[in-house]
C-alpha cells in the first residue's frame, strides 16, 4: 500500500516540475532581476588519492594497548584539482590495532598502526594504509620495543569517493595574489608559520590554568623584502589544563595554547595552534614523555626539539620548539613597519666560540669531552662548557671512542652543541652519547639554563697543538 501511495505522489510531483521550473527559470531580458546565491560547489575526493601524513605523538609498543587513538596532522595540502579542501595541519585520526611487548627472551617488540579518517573541514574522509611505511592495514615496525617516533612521515589513501568543500567556497576562485593591496599597507596574510621557542620552562607539577607562559620568536616573518615579525620578537601562551601526576602510576599533563606574537611595529596578531603534553608512562624505565599536537583548523604540527622530561610530570623545557600560524589577516601600516626594521646583524670579528652544554635531564651524571685528539674534560649534568677556536673544522665528541660531529667554525661564529644521552632499546643498561649542533637562538637560551664549569676544570687550550685540536678521529693513518 505504501508503495502505491508513494508512485502516486510521485507522478503528481512529475506534473507539477515543468510548470514550476517555468516559474523560476528568469527571463532571458530580466538581467536586472535579483538571484538567489550559489551554492557552495561540492567537489569529489576520489578513493585512492595519496594522503601524506605526520605522527603527533610517540607510538610504543611497551606502553600503547590496542584500541589506543593516535593522532596524525596532514603534512601538506589536500587538493581536487587547484583547490586546497584541507590545509597542512589538519587534524587526522588513526587506532592502535596490535601491539607486542619484548618478552624476556628479547623478541622483538611488535606495533601495527591503521589510519582511518582526515578533517577536511566539517567532512570526515575515511582513510586506509598504502604502501611505503604503511601496509594494508598500517604501519608494522619492529624493534624492542617498536616505537614510531613523533613527525614522523607516512602515507595513506583515501578510502571511498567522499563529496568534499572547498576551503573558502565563497571566494574559491580568488587568490591571494588577486587581492589588492593599497600601496601604503603590507598584508600579512594567514596561514603564516611561525617559529617558537618556550623561554620558561613549564611543568604539571607546579604550572596554574591561565598562567601565561612566555615564549620567543626563532626565524623573522617576511613579507617580501620587509620583516614584520622580527626575530627574537615576543610571543605569548596561556595554561589551559593541569593535570599533576599522582600515586596511581597516573602521567601527568599540562596543555599549552599559544595566543600572540609581537610584530615589529608594536602591533598583535593572534596564533592558532594548541600542543599538550601528557608525561611519561612509570613502567618504562626509560621512557621520555613526548609531545601531542591537537590541530585545529590552521594549527600546524609542533615539533618538538628533543626528548622531554623522564618520569610521571609532564614537561614542556626551556628551549621547546613549536609551530603556529597566524590565525587572521591583518593590513599593517607601510610607513610604521618601515621604520621599524630590525638593524643588520652585526659581523664579528676574532675566534670563534663552541659551548658544549649537558642538560638537566639524564641518568648519566658526567661525560667526557673530546675533540680531535684531545680530551676537553669531564662535562656534569646540569653545566656548559665554552671553548674559542681558530676558524677551521673540530671533531667533537663525547667520550674517546664516541661517534663524532663535525663543526665548521668561522671567524667570530657562535656556536652550540648539545650533549644527548640516550638508553639503547636494551635489557642490560648501555647507553648512547652525542654530540648535536643546535641553532644559534635555541642554544644560547637552553644553555642558559645551565651553570659554567668551574673555571679550575675549564682546559687552556691555547697552549694545544692546533693539528691534534683538529684532528680527524676517523681519519685513516
Avoid at 601604503?184 to 607539577?205: F, N
Avoid at 677551521?392 to 663524532?404: A, H, L, N, Q
Wanted: net charge neutral.
Amino acid at each position: 500500500m505504501r508503495g502505491i501511495i508513494a508512485v502516486a505522489l510521485l507522478a503528481s510531483a512529475c506534473l507539477f516540475l515543468p510548470a514550476t521550473y517555468a516559474q523560476q527559470r528568469p527571463n532571458p531580458g530580466d538581467s536586472g532581476a535579483s538571484a538567489s546565491p550559489a551554492p557552495s560547489p561540492h567537489l569529489i575526493l576520489r578513493e585512492g588519492t595519496e594522503v601524506l601524513l605526520k605522527y603527533a605523538e610517540a607510538v610504543n609498543s611497551r606502553t600503547a594497548q590496542e584500541g589506543d587513538m593516535v593522532e596524525f596532522v596532514l603534512a601538506e595540502d589536500l587538493t581536487v584539482g587547484n583547490t586546497v579542501i584541507a590545509e597542512a595541519g589538519s587534524r587526522a585520526v588513526g587506532a592502535v590495532v596490535h601491539t607486542k611487548t619484548p618478552d624476556a627472551g628479547d623478541s622483538p617488540g611488535e606495533l601495527n598502526v591503521r589510519m582511518t579518517f582526515l578533517k577536511a573541514g566539517k567532512t570526515k574522509v575515511p582513510l586506509r594504509g598504502t604502501t611505503g611505511l604503511v601496509g594494508d592495514i598500517g604501519v608494522v615496525l619492529r624493534g624492542t620495543p617498536a616505537t614510531i617516533d613523533q613527525a614522523t612521515t607516512v602515507k595513506a589513501s583515501v578510502a571511498v569517493d567522499t563529496e568534499v568543500q572547498p576551503l573558502n567556497p565563497v571566494n574559491s576562485l580568488a587568490t591571494a595574489a588577486a587581492i589588492e593591496v593599497p600601496a601604503d599597507r603590507v598584508r600579512l596574510a594567514k596561514g603564516r608559520i611561525v617559529r617558537l621557542m618556550v623561554i620558561e620552562t613549564v611543568s604539571s607539577k607546579t604550572a596554574k590554568v591561565g598562567e601565561a607562559v612566555k615564549l620567543q620568536v626563532i626565524d623573522p616573518v617576511k613579507v617580501s623584502d620587509l620583516v614584520v615579525i622580527a626575530s627574537e620578537a615576543p610571543a605569548s601562551g596561556t595554561i589551559t589544563e593541569v593535570h599533576p601526576a599522582s600515586r596511581a602510576w597516573r602521567k601527568g599533563g599540562v596543555v599549552l595554547r599559544l595566543d600572540s606574537v609581537t610584530l615589529v611595529n608594536q602591533q598583535q596578531v593572534a596564533l592558532a595552534a594548541v600542543n599538550a603534553v601528557k608525561g611519561g608512562d612509570t613502567q618504562a624505565a626509560y621512557a621520555w614523555t613526548q609531545a601531542i599536537v591537537q590541530s585545529q583548523g590552521l594549527a600546524l604540527l609542533f615539533l618538538p626539539f628533543a626528548p622531554l622530561q623522564h618520569g610521571q610530570q609532564a614537561t614542556i623545557p626551556k628551549g621547546a620548539v613549536m609551530e603556529a600560524t597566524t590565525a587572521g589577516e591583518i593590513l599593517l601600516d607601510r610607513a610604521s613597519v618601515e621604520a621599524s626594521q630590525p638593524p643588520p646583524p652585526e659581523k664579528k670579528q676574532g675566534p670563534a666560540s663552541a659551548t658544549i652544554y649537558y642538560p638537566k635531564v639524564g641518568d648519566i651524571s658526567s661525560v667526557e669531552l673530546w675533540c680531535g685528539s684531545i680530551k676537553l674534560g669531564k662535562l656534569k649534568r646540569g653545566h656548559k662548557l665554552t671553548v674559542s677556536l681558530p676558524p677551521g673544522k673540530y671533531w667533537f665528541r663525547v667520550f674517546k671512542g664516541g661517534r663524532s660531529t663535525l663543526l665548521e667554525a668561522k671567524e667570530g661564529g657562535e656556536y652550540y652543541l648539545r650533549t644527548e644521552v640516550e638508553p639503547l632499546p636494551s635489557l642490560s643498561s648501555r647507553w648512547e652519547f652525542s654530540l648535536s649542533l643546535v641553532e644559534h637562538d635555541i642554544g644560547e637560551v637552553q644553555a642558559g639554563d645551565t651553570k659554567p664549569l668551574e673555571s679550575k676544570n675549564v682546559p687552556d687550550i691555547s697552549t694545544v697543538d692546533l693539528a691534534q685540536l683538529q684532528a680527524d678521529p676517523n681519519a685513516k693513518h
